[in-house]
T-cell receptor
Framework: AQTVTQSQPEMSVQEAETVTLSCTYDTSESDYYLFWYKQPPSRQMILVIRQEAYKQQNATENRFSVNFQKAAKSFSLKISDSQLGDAAMYFCAYLRMNYGGATNKLIFGTGTLLAVQP | ETGVTQTPRHLVMGMTNKKSLKCEQHLGHNAMYWYKQSAKKPLELMFVYNFKEQTENNSVPSRFSPECPNSSHLFLHLHTLQPEDSALYLC?????????????FGPGTRLLVL
């Protein structure tokens, strides 16, 4: 069974600095997606960034980028120039690719609570 | 605003009450999901509907009854709940059939069972 592990329950970063959140996963599949979602105090789950396993190039979305190490099964999120609005719970998630109408189960880690200090 | 709405946003109910949660998506997706988020636990997938058909029931107790009348609407009917059912209930939707299946979430319903 696939599992997702976020080993940092809480992190803190100074405004304008860079922070990296860790995520590891376990799977025997070769084709899958990985996601980072952000959940601010409003509880709205917001997609931050997505990576397809077959792509070697790391995904980037403005100040957010990932370091995807497929062999190591590692998928860390780097937030550059941190802003107060980045304070939230961040969840790493795994989605197995499927075809032919099979179910699509998103597996989440337990989350990392990021605080941004002014 | 992700295009997925949920009502009500907050709900308090007694163990003998019957209530329903509603989810609506305006994204043209054809898969919808219910998740339960409890404190200190990972999100738990409860149900999956693809093209209005239930394709996943993750061993959810029968006091939770989902309904998907069309691809845009999803309900979760609640009856005789227990205090441990208090949680944030999140709805999500995603496109089906293509290679990329990103799930988009609603704002959630915070449920308190007394």
């Amino acid at each position: 069974a696939q599992t997702v592990t976020q080993s940092q329950p809480e992190m803190s970063v100074q405004e304008a600095e860079t922070v990296t959140l860790s995520c590891t996963y376990d799977t025997s599949e070769s084709d899958y997606y990985l996601f980072w979602y952000k959940q601010p105090p409003s509880r709205q789950m917001i997609l931050v960034i997505r990576q397809e396993a077959y792509k070697q190039q790391n995904a980037t979305e403005n100040r957010f980028s990932v370091n995807f190490q497929k062999a190591a099964k590692s998928f860390s999120l780097k937030i550059s120039d941190s802003q107060l609005g980045d304070a939230a719970m961040y969840f790493c998630a795994y989605l197995r690719m499927n075809y032919g109408g099979a179910t699509n189960k998103l597996i989440f880690g337990t989350g990392t609570l990021l605080a941004v200090q002014p | 605003e992700t295009g997925v709405t949920q009502t009500p946003r907050h709900l308090v109910m007694g163990m003998t009450n019957k209530k329903s949660l509603k989810c609506e998506q305006h994204l043209g997706h054809n898969a919808m999901y219910w998740y339960k988020q409890s404190a200190k636990k990972p999100l738990e997938l409860m149900f999956v509907y693809n093209f209005k058909e239930q394709t996943e029931n993750n061993s959810v107790p029968s006091r939770f009854s989902p309904e998907c009348p069309n691809s845009s609407h999803l309900f979760l009917h609640l009856h005789t709940l227990q205090p441990e059912d208090s949680a944030l209930y999140l709805c999500a939707s995603s496109p089906r059939g293509g290679r990329v299946e990103t799930q988009y979430f609603g704002p959630g319903t915070r449920l308190l069972v007394l």
